[in-house]
């Protein structure tokens, strides 16, 4: 069975570059080795981070971009290490879990790659792009299992269905929806023609020249709401009309949510956030808060900022909060873009939902 590789599971360590330099510390020598490998040269840009390296051994932004370096060059197996060892000195970062996910599922062992994004979410519930790649995951799993029952019996109609809706959704080499002939294993040659490579524009994390782009998939027709039917919340994504933040009630409860969590107040922290919120990958209440205190209460300080927040109104009581969040703790300094859905309680404007990404 030949697959092609997800598009945007190749991008991602572009945008998990640009988080690690997101502050001064170093930039300078991290940013000439990134810019070496964006320029291709490589073995250049592996011999200034190793310097870099060398008089910091244990940073883990050096330590990062190092294996997106040695992904680039193809030193698969150097990169796979250094992700691994990133996931064993700091289990909190999701990033390399998705990474390491990124060069097996290049491998083609999907398995591997699930288990990684497993942790991923595990160490980072709300990490949006590790539940979306594990989506991807579990397309090619579902492909390799329709296309062993086929082999099995090529007449088997349901199966062929199926196996062609995920081709067609994952943008895979047998486009346009057509089921592989039965009998055919994984290293046997494919009946249909190869996709074209991917051009690399950005610094990626696994992204071989013979990895094929994967199109997105056609968006799915909407069917036509009945109009006696109430309309259901807005979804985070949702764009609304920004509203004001200088000096009302949401900016004041967004500072003090970074300040508790700042100061390492969990009761104070937890409590600005609603009864009903939504707790990333649907776990309880009690696991979730119980995993929150345990992070917060690690050895060391721990600041908290917010940047350029702009709020949507999506209803008197309900609003959409985008920012841009910078994370430093002894161990750890990230920039990443935070959303939140914010709904008012008794005079209080506590947290609903939570996500990290886009």
């Known amino acids: 069975m030949s697959l092609n590789y997800p598009r945007h599971m190749l991008s991602l360590a572009a945008g998990l570059l640009l988080v690690a330099l997101a502050f001064p510390v170093h930039a300078d020598s991290l940013q000439d080795a990134s810019l070496l490998l964006k320029q291709g040269q490589k073995p250049q840009a592996l011999d200034k981070i190793d310097q870099y390296l060398a008089g910091k051994p244990k940073d883990a932004q050096g330590r990062f971009l190092r294996g997106l370096i040695l992904t680039e060059m193809g030193r ?26 990124v060069i097996y599922a290049q491998q083609k062992n999907y398995e591997k790659a699930k288990q990684s994004l497993e942790m991923a979410i595990r160490t980072h519930p709300s990490y949006a792009t590790a539940h979306e790649n594990l989506g991807d995951i579990y397309a090619q799993l579902a492909s390799q299992a329709y296309d062993k029952a086929l082999q099995i019996d090529s007449g088997n109609a349901s199966a062929q269905t199926k196996l062609a809706m995920i081709r067609d959704l994952m943008g895979s080499a047998g486009r346009p929806g057509t089921a592989r002939p039965a009998g055919k294993t994984s290293g046997a040659a494919s009946a249909t023609p190869p996709a074209k490579p991917l051009e690399e524009k950005t610094v990626v994390a696994a992204a071989p020249k013979t990895v094929a782009t994967a199109p997105k998939p056609p968006a799915p027709v909407a069917t036509a709401p009945t109009p006696a039917v109430p309309v259901a919340a807005a979804p985070i994504a949702a764009a609304k009309p920004a509203v004001d933040l200088a000096g009302n009630e949401i900016a004041k409860s967004l500072d003090a949510w970074a300040a508790a969590w700042s100061k390492k107040n969990v009761k104070a922290y937890l409590a600005f956030y609603a009864k009903n919120f939504q707790t990333p990958g649907g776990s309880s209440r009690a696991s979730w808060e119980a995993e929150r205190a345990q992070r917060i209460n690690k050895p060391g ?36 873009n935070k959303v939140m859905v914010l709904v008012r309680n008794e005079g209080r404007w506590l947290i609903q939902q939570e996500r990290v990404g886009k």
């Open 76 to 101: 698969t197996s150097e990169a796979i290490t250094v992700f691994t060892k990133l996931t064993e000195d700091y289990p909190e970062l999701p990033e390399p879990y998705n990474n390491l996910a």
């Open 301 to 336: 300080g721990i600041q908290v900022d917010i940047e350029n927040p702009k709020v949507s109104q999506d209803g008197p009581d309900h609003v959409t909060v985008r920012f841009r969040q910078h994370y430093r703790s002894a161990s750890l300094k990230t920039s990443s």
